[in-house]
């Protein structure tokens, strides 16, 4: 007990820390590059936050526990979009550019949304199991590939975000700022570990079922990097990194860990996941439709008062969970 205590400590020291070197490397990179701190967020950042999420999922399909490695990945998103969003809007309006709103935040959409046909065996195609194949998976893969392809081409344009007050960015040699992202991503990953071996513990200790534990402890957890990487990056004005974390992690979270663990192990589905799909869905549009109702000068922006509002839904979401068990 002791020893998980201690590591579920270390693990917070580890996550603020990873995530402080994260964002500062990432933006002086961006900087020095001249590459948009959205791709920055799209790709490295998104991937280092993703890594907690990859692990566990690995590991529980491997021991079989495909509720748990689902629910990790559809609760991530859910707390991705209205938790930690929420909490970055409360700090820092968020501001959104175009190309996100129109582009990164539905292809967000078609991710999950074309995870709803491929696990819904059953109720799509009237079979006797729901699962997610191997070739559901490598067809996730080939998804994740086209939004690779994306991300390059925007990166080509080398066009330093205008919103973005460059001149506040402390600008270091590549290898000093690549040596810092090493590091945030590393401090990330085994802060993330340990926070969730050390949640796993106490959540089998009380006796919660695998479905219960991936989308709520384990979901938590494994998003705490995005959450640590997010409040650094309001409080240092990196909008542009928070909302690139936030949508770059769920398609990650679907089209490549998900995918990836699918394509290694297939996964059975519950049927009962559907609501968190649906969750998944909703929350995405109810972001959508936040950003682009706004006028004037709160156009394009995820504002404090939505914040409030996402973390609202999430208190009752988690409600809902307990209830439902």
């Known amino acids: 007990m002791a020893l998980y205590v201690f590591l579920f400590i270390i693990g917070f020291i580890s996550l603020i820390k990873g995530a402080d070197f994260l964002v500062d490397g990432s933006a002086s990179i961006a900087r020095r590059l001249g590459i ?14 993703s890594a907690p999420e990859l692990v566990v999922n690995l590991i529980a399909s491997f021991q079989g526990n495909t509720d748990l490695a ?4 559809l609760g991530s998103n859910i707390s991705n979009t209205l938790l930690i969003l929420g909490v970055a809007a409360l700090i820092y309006p968020i501001a959104v550019k175009d190309s996100t709103i129109w582009k990164e935040i539905p292809f967000s959409l078609l991710a999950v949304v074309a995870l709803f046909f491929m696990a819904n065996d059953i109720l799509i195609d009237g079979a006797d199991l729901s ?28 066009v330093l975000d205008p919103g973005l007050d460059h001149e506040h960015i402390h600008k270091e040699s590549i290898g000093v700022s690549s040596a810092k992202i090493l590091a945030g991503l590393v401090g990330l990953t085994l802060g993330g570990k340990w926070i969730v071996d050390g949640a796993i513990y106490f959540g089998e200790y ?6 219960f534990m991936g989308l709520t402890i384990l979901a938590i957890g494994t998003s705490l990097p995005e959450l640590a990487t997010a409040v650094v990056a309001a409080r240092k004005k990196h909008p542009d990194i928070i909302i690139g974390n936030v949508i770059g992690s769920n398609i990650f979270n679907i089209l490549l ?21 649906i969750m ?21 922006k995820l504002l404090k008062s939505q914040g409030v509002i996402f973390i609202s839904i999430y208190i009752g979401y988690i409600t809902y969970l307990v209830i439902r068990g």
């Open 70 to 73: 689902i629910g990790n990945v």
């Open 206 to 211: 009380m006796g919660m079922s695998q479905a």
């Open 257 to 277: 860990v998900l995918a990836t663990t699918a394509t290694i192990t297939p996964l059975s589905f519950s049927e009962a996941l559907n609501h968190d799909i």
């Open 36 to 49: 948009s701190s959205l791709v920055i967020g799209l790709t490295v950042v998104a991937f280092g936050t």
């Open 131 to 158: 699962q997610i194949s191997r070739s559901d998976g490598m067809v996730m893969l080939g998804f994740f590939v086209i939004f690779v392809v994306y991300l390059f081409q925007i990166a080509k344009k080398g």
């Open 280 to 300: 998944v869905i909703a929350t995405t549009f109810l972001l959508f439709f936040f950003i682009v109702q706004g006028k004037g000068h709160t156009k394009n």
